[in-house]
């Protein structure tokens, strides 16, 4: 199997961990849940870009500590196991989390049975 | 010039700015290079606080420094960031480019502060990264390959611990190195060439922090341990907010208890001055202005320094000791529903002393938006210049008397009085952000950071900063308001034969009884117009102005002891309803719409606060007043008290079904496509070599997001 290019991978990454059903949004997370981020977007770009500058990047790990005792909103989220960022529920679903894979993606396409893709 | 050294063309001191992601410990790090050689003033046209000092390095160069606003990148969110992003980028007026920048990082979360380095490094300006709390790093077993750092980012690299003086020697000596050679004036085009990093350049800079982190940090830290745990007991969702309320308790205990004693020491000092210029003056139009204006006027608001201290005092440990993010983050979910963000929460609180400390302390809100809002309605919370005036009317009209279990009367209609002033400000918070302040909510990212003992001389300095600020406005302001009121309650004199008190001929008393068939519907009589004019000065003047108005004399324990019983005979119930009513919303204090100016940078936002305030303040007294004659004078209050118990309880029935959806809702669902869940991000799908196994998963993670909505909503109807 050959996975090319930086995109190629994480689009693979991407498709195998929402191929288990894997993946959720990082809104939908409870805490003591923990992950590594797959994808962080959004329509808008400052959201995504003060996403990214609080260091919710592709690749990092979370782990959900703690919510709010009001609707469950705002979550606080480590980063890394460095730095804890608290952010509202809203803002946390442009952040995809997957499973915390420590193995590359191929090593899990191979777990998978190797889906037909070379 | 390229030649020269910057220490040797003698011209000027040079000059260094202090860059860093708040939390970096940035602020300490300049408290121990300058001392208590700093100046604290203002950038034109902002509220930003513009700090900076004086160092004299080893070398004996003279070097100022510049402690810019905390920011995590130079795409500046907040009016503080964008004053980073401006002075670095050699933008902002009246602010030469700095000759070097210092960029403080927490040694102990590099992998997301290195981040603003390297935003800062292709500026080409001379930079030295300082890599701050190296103890706490190496405590936890951190090791960094300092010179492996500098190599992977081509700059210099010192650690700096900056607590302690001799923390930063290394610093001063690189700083030092730096002075005494060559400048150079790369650099200049880099920064007028700077853009915005594009998320994808966001991403670039993560990767680079990766690998160069890779190759300098020999030792990973064992994660903190004690942060997360404290966490634990005060983000936990039932003990948390329970923590916070005793906190709460506490302050307000000591701004109203520990103040008493200090605050009688300057009341008492006033009268004393007071005393002593009536003794040895003869009567003249100074000794007037002297006494009624300046000591009256101003000891009036000086008053309010001890319980301004205490509150600053715990705001600022709480704030160094990072519970206050932890604040932030309990509340947040409450004031949102407000429109406003979990950083109001401190300002509002501190307008319960007094609206003008609440109000600067706005300015840790990052949001222009939301920190107006929270500045318009800092004066609705019950500030304690109220109180004489409450305690006058309240002992005067509400009988002393208990009702169910216990509870005085007059107690009940105090907390009623406080209750009202913080439901006006939700409504009018809520109302704003609907209408006048409408855009976008701005979402709540904040670092929580670890725990750490409050520095004292943090602390300290900080809180003479506060009480220079404070001081400064009563000298120039505040003073210069106070003899305005005084000219306009003194002159002109009354006429030989005039039977009414002295303020009745003057241009207040003027102004009163022009304003009086406007107040007359809601029940106020000329009196009270009159004592409302110097009592714009502050709220508690208008005790003593109603009591000149009732030609009373005598000192102020004597004066309330007369008026309650005067105005008892000569109000009505009606009337007395009213003013209180009128004093919950009244702009009744031109030192906060001073405050207001000031902070917001234009008159026009303290007009409307005044126009908006007088006019709800207006249409409460008016209709506290029809109500309070409709139901028929002095007999009907409990009538009125039972229908009010009764409507609240209505409400608090119908609660599940009222829903103030608008705030929760509206935001996001304008930003309901940022979800990934419903949109694959990346065109990752594009590119997808499963093809049409694509929309499976899509499908999946749709349907079981409408499970869980449906889930959610089962939960919340009733």
New interface residues.
């Given amino acids: 199997m050959k996975l090319s290019s930086e ?2 991978r ?3 990454q ?2 195998c961990a ?2 288990l ?1 894997f ?3 990082l ?2 997370m409870r805490p003591g849940g923990m992950g590594r981020i797959l ?17 919710f ?2 690749g990092a790990r979370i782990e959900v ?7 469950r ?2 979550l ?1 989220v ?11 529920r ?2 946390a ?4 989390v997957g499973p915390l894979l420590d193995q590359e993606p191929e090593a899990l396409a191979v777990r998978l049975g190797e ?1 037909a ?1 070379s | 010039m390229t030649a020269g050294t910057l220490a040797a063309n003698g011209l000027r001191s040079a000059r260094i700015a202090l860059v860093g992601p708040p939390n970096s410990g940035k602020t300490t790090l300049f408290n121990t290079l300058t001392g208590s050689r700093q100046k604290t003033a203002n950038y034109p046209g902002v509220t930003v606080e513009r700090k900076s000092g004086l160092l004299r390095t080893p070398a004996g160069h003279a070097v100022e420094v510049l402690d810019l606003p905390g920011s ?2 130079l ?1 500046a ?1 907040s009016p503080d960031e964008a004053i980073t992003r401006d002075v670095v980028l050699g933008r902002q007026q009246r602010e030469t480019l700095p000759d070097a920048i210092v960029c403080v990082t927490d040694a ?2 590099l ?2 502060h290195l ?1 603003l380095l390297l935003e800062l490094r292709p500026l080409g300006r001379p930079l030295i990264l300082a890599l701050n709390m190296m103890d706490i790093a190496q405590k936890r077993g951190c090791r960094i390959d300092t010179e492996a750092l500098a190599r992977e980012l081509g700059i210099p690299v010192v650690t700096t611990v900056a607590m302690r003086k001799h923390g930063v020697h290394d610093l001063l000596a690189r700083i030092d190195a730096l002075l005494s050679g060559p400048q150079t004036e790369t650099g200049v085009t880099a920064t007028a060439n700077w853009q915005e ?3 994808d350049a ?2 670039g800079y ?1 990767h680079e922090v990766e690998r160069v982190l890779r190759q300098a940090v020999v030792v990973e830290g064992v ?1 903190a341990h004690f ?2 745990q404290l ?2 007991v005060l ?4 003990a ?2 329970l923590i916070l309320l005793f906190l709460l308790f506490l302050i307000f205990q000591a701004v109203f208890s520990w103040a008493e004693a200090p605050m009688d020491w300057i009341d008492g000092g006033m009268a004393s001055v007071q005393q002593w210029l009536s003794g040895h003056m003869a009567d003249s139009l100074l000794k007037s202005l002297l006494i009624d204006g300046v000591i009256t006027g101003v000891g009036g608001v000086v008053i309010f320094l001890p319980q301004i201290l205490i509150l600053f005092l715990f705001i600022l440990l709480l704030e160094d000791s990072g519970y206050m ?1 932890r604040a ?3 509340m ?3 004031m ?1 529903a407000a429109g406003l963000n ?1 950083r109001a929460f401190i300002p509002l609180l501190s307008s319960f002393a007094c609206a003008i400390p609440g109000i600067m302390a706005a300015r840790t809100i990052a949001h222009p938006l939301d920190r107006l809002v929270t500045i318009l309605i800092a004066p609705l919370m019950t500030c304690s210049a109220r109180l004489p005036v409450y305690v006058l009317l309240i002992a005067a009209f509400i009988p002393n008397i208990t009702v169910w279990g216990g509870v005085g009367l007059q107690g009940l209609v105090m907390f009623a009085l406080y209750a009202a002033g913080i439901v006006g400000a939700l409504l009018v918070a809520a109302l704003l952000r609907l209408t006048l302040l409408k855009g976008g909510r701005q ?7 670890s725990y750490k003992w409050p520095n004292p001389a943090n602390v300290l300095l900080g809180l003479w900063d506060r009480v220079k600020i404070f001081m400064r406005r009563i000298g120039t302001i505040i003073l210069s308001l106070m003899v305005i009121l005084w000219f306009l309650s003194t002159f002109p004199a009354p006429p030989a034969g005039g039977t009414e008190p002295a303020i009745y001929y003057s241009f207040a008393g003027l102004i009163g009884r022009a304003l009086e068939p406007l107040l007359a519907p809601i029940g106020f009589n000329w009196q009270i117009a009159i004592a409302l004019v110097p009592g714009l000065a502050a709220r508690e003047v208008a005790v003593a102005a109603l009591g000149t108005v009732y030609a009373l004399s005598g000192d102020e324990g004597a004066v309330t002891e007369a008026l309650s019983a005067t105005l008892a005979q000569n109000w009505t119930l009606a009337t007395a309803l009213a003013l209180l009513a009128w004093y919950v919303f009244a702009p009744q204090c031109l030192a906060t719409l001073a405050a207001v100016r000031r902070e917001t940078n234009s008159w026009r936002w303290a007009a409307f606060m005044f126009v908006y305030l007088m006019a709800l303040a207006y249409i409460a007294a008016f209709i506290t007043y029809r109500v309070a004659l409709a139901l028929g004078e002095a007999e009907m209050w409990q009538d009125a008290l039972a229908l009010l118990i009764v409507a609240l309880a209505g409400l608090a029935l119908l609660r599940p079904y009222i829903r103030l959806r608008l705030f929760r809702t509206g ?2 669902r304008k ?1 309901g ?5 419903s ?4 065109s ?1 799908c594009g ?4 093809g049409s ?2 929309a499976k ?2 499908n ?2 749709d349907s079981a997001n409408n499970q ?1 909505d449906e889930k959610t909503f089962q939960q919340t109807s009733p």
């Fill in positions: 995109s190629e994480q689009a693979f991407l498709g929402v191929g059903g993946t959720q949004p809104g939908q994808a962080v977007s959004g329509s808008d770009r400052d959201i995504e870009r003060g996403l990214l500058e609080m260091g990047v592709e500590l703690h919510h709010g005792w009001l609707r909103d705002p606080a480590r980063i890394n196991q460095t730095m804890t960022v608290a952010l509202r809203c803002e679903n442009a952040v995809l889906p893709l | 995590y990148s795409r969110r102990t979360n992998n997301q981040r990093p594009s998320p966001i991403r993560h994660p942060s997360r966490d634990h983000l936990h969702p039932i948390g907010p993010t932030a983050f309990l947040d979910r409450l949102s979990g979402p709540l990212l904040m670092e929580l950071p935001a996001c930003e496509n940022t979800s990934v869940a949109a694959p991000p990346h990752g590119g997808c070599t499963l196994g694509c998963p899509r999946r993670i869980r």
